[in-house]
């Protein structure tokens, strides 16, 4: 598994269901560890230390991917029409 197929996993099942709860404006389930990963070292719980993001090289690899890039820029600008 490569660096960023935790997030590709995570987001098989959840993604449109957070993209629809986004824009609905109300959170109802958990899934923000895997699309709005952070940098690691910020939150302490296990999800987060497994969906952090690790170095700069990762967050790049990150927003370059065909998938996570373009689903994380689709649901933030969803986000910021709410």
Known sequence: MNDLDRF???????????????????????????????VAGLG?????????????EQAKAYLAHPVLGKRLTGISRALTRC
């Open 8 to 38: 590709i996993k995570a987001q098989q099942h959840n993604y449109a269901t957070a993209l629809a709860e986004i824009r609905k404006g109300r959170k109802r389930t958990h899934w923000m560890w895997y699309i709005f990963p952070q």
């Open 44 to 56: 302490p719980s296990d999800m987060s230390k497994f969906y952090a993001i690790r170095n700069l």
